[in-house]
């Protein structure tokens, strides 16, 4: 200290700033987002109505768990690996691990693309023809999805992740919106469950040739760097991230097919609700950890335990706030706004979306432990907890929905989610040696 003025970290200020600026504008993105999906979910529903509305959800759900197979996990591992080789200096490593993410999901394209189109020859004929029409297209759809999201997160490997944000989360989507409100209005054809995929392909386009062009100005390796490759590491980290995506993934859905077998059709319908308008709620906790995901590995490759800390509490706090306000918004004006935007048959939605809301606010007092651990190399430990709270998600639904309807969906969810945030916060601490939650006891 000299003149009763401190040194500053310049570093620690740059990193803050960076941060800051990222999470700006990547929940500005984040907000855009939600908006366009809640104008394309009402307007979709309007156009399609009830029936077409379900064929399009059920073929739009197929293409995206089966993209989830054609990643195998690469997306999630090349922001992890890129982030770290801006510390360690690898760049032979990650001209490799470019490479090999385009090949592994080339090779998964064209596996999967025979198994579907097999499939559809051996059983389309017992499919209704707007869902066969559908699938047709839909599988067009899929690695164009696919690139979208491994050159999205490439780019965000470089910190990129605002320029990555706007392909997918604002150009793709407005895209679809403006081709859903003019095809009607310009050409004078009804909007049919296959041409919605149809638009949703030319909007994927849209957002995957912007991106390929930032791809192409990211600063990659030299060409001239001999490309390096480590198979069986990337092949097997990405393997488990890509099971812990497919498990996450998979609990909500779950969840909405138990509900028809143990409590009724309107449960299932009351709690897919909730669901939407939790996930509307959580947006926050996804900028934040789109933000940080970088910097959490690269800060773990330099081993600046200090500065993990300070990033995992800070965030905690950020997605708390945000979270409680939000809860506390719609505690007060919820009942309203389901009778104004959805209607009165749909009140019965307001504790389930109170209690899934209560979840998240749970997992957001816990800290952005799965996160950590992906970008930390702990996806083990997020697979155990994506496995375990499934099986105590499911068990507690079995037994709560019956006598409770969605809420014991809800009460579900709540409990696993809760479930996951406390042992990965455990480990977390074990392996780290940081508190990452609200209080950093």
């Excluded at 042992?423 to 940081?434: A, D, K, S, T």
Aim: with cysteine.
């Amino acid at each position: 200290m000299t003149g009763g003025v401190r040194n500053r970290d310049p570093q620690r200020g740059s990193l803050r700033l960076r941060l800051f600026r990222s999470g700006i504008a990547v929940s500005a993105v984040g907000l855009a987002e939600v908006a366009l999906g809640l104008l394309s979910a009402i307007l979709l529903a309007q156009e399609l109505g009830v029936e077409g509305l379900g064929f399009y959800s059920i073929v739009f759900t197929a293409v995206a768990l089966t993209t989830l197979l054609v990643e195998l996990g690469m997306p999630v591992l090349a922001i992890r690996e890129i982030a770290k080789a801006q510390t360690g200096g690898t760049p032979g490593e990650v001209k490799g691990l470019i490479r090999f993410g385009f090949a592994v999901m080339a090779a998964a394209m064209i596996a999967v693309g025979s198994l579907g189109w097999l499939g559809l020859h051996l059983i389309g004929e017992s499919l209704p023809t707007e869902i066969l029409e559908g699938l047709s297209i839909g599988w067009l759809l899929i690695p164009t999805l696919a690139l979208i999201r491994y050159s999205s997160c490439i780019l965000m490997g470089y910190q990129r992740v605002a320029r990555a944000r706007i392909c997918d989360g604002l150009i793709r989507p407005a895209t679809f919106l403006a081709l859903v409100l003019s095809i009607e209005r310009l050409t004078g054809v009804a909007l049919t469950p296959s041409l919605a995929i149809k638009l949703h392909l030319a909007a994927a386009w849209a957002g995957l040739v912007p991106l390929l062009f930032l791809l192409w100005f990211c600063p990659l390796p030299a060409r001239s760097q001999a490309a390096e490759y480590r198979v069986r590491y990337w092949l097997g980290h990405a393997l488990m991230l890509g099971f812990n995506q497919a498990i996450r993934t998979a609990q909500p859905m779950i969840l909405i097919l138990l509900m028809p077998l143990v409590s009724t059709v309107e449960a299932a319908g009351l709690l897919r609700l909730a669901q939407r308008a939790a996930a509307v709620a959580d947006f926050s906790t996804a900028a934040v950890s789109l933000t940080i995901g970088p910097h959490i590995a690269s800060l773990h490759a330099a081993n600046d335990t200090g500065a993990l800390q300070r990033l995992a509490s800070a965030s905690a706090r950020i997605m708390s706030a945000a979270l409680l306000a939000g809860t506390l918004t719609f505690a007060l004006i919820g009942a309203w706004l389901i009778d104004q935007i959805v209607g009165p048959e749909f009140a019965p939605a307001y504790w389930p979306i109170m209690i899934m809301l209560g979840g998240l606010c749970v997992t957001a007092f816990l800290g952005p432990n799965a996160i950590i651990m992906v970008m930390t190399g702990g996806s083990r430990d997020v697979n155990v907890a994506g496995v375990a709270g499934l099986a105590l998600c499911s068990g507690a639904t079995l037994v709560l929905a019956p006598p409770l309807g969605a809420s014991g969906g809800a009460i579900g969810a709540l409990l696993a989610a809760a479930a996951q945030g406390g042992y990965l916060n455990y480990r977390v601490r074990l392996r780290l040696g940081i508190r990452p939650g609200v209080l950093a006891l």
